[in-house]
């Protein structure tokens, strides 16, 4: 995925955690690849960022963190945006249009 992109690297604090690794990367491994394929030709930056949103509320068991993992890209001009109603009709299997997306 990284072919001939410069990839830049920014820590700012150590976690360690435990994750479903094959699950892991068949979703990130998506995501980047749906940002590099669908992305905006001109302008092919991808971020993706590591975040939490304070403390889990499962079971209580030690230091649970919830984390959220984004990909952000600039959207490709001829494809139509991801508005919130695309996404729920998406969600609901009721989006019509072009099928090549």
Do not use: Q, W
């Not at 068949?26 to 940002?35: G, K, P, R, W």
Request: glycine share 8%; proline share 8%.
């Amino acid at each position: 995925l990284a072919s001939g992109r410069r990839l830049v690297h920014t820590m700012f604090a150590r976690l360690c955690a435990r994750f479903d690794s094959i699950a892991c990367e068949m979703i990130l491994e998506n995501a980047l690849s749906n940002a590099l394929k669908h992305g905006c030709p001109e302008d092919p930056r991808i971020s993706f960022t590591i975040s939490s949103d304070g403390p889990s509320t499962g079971s209580g068991d030690g230091d649970e963190v919830r984390l959220c993992f984004c990909v952000t890209n600039r959207p490709h001009p001829d494809r139509p945006p991801l508005t919130d109603d695309f996404i729920k009709g998406l969600v609901a299997g009721n989006v019509s249009g072009p099928e090549k997306y």
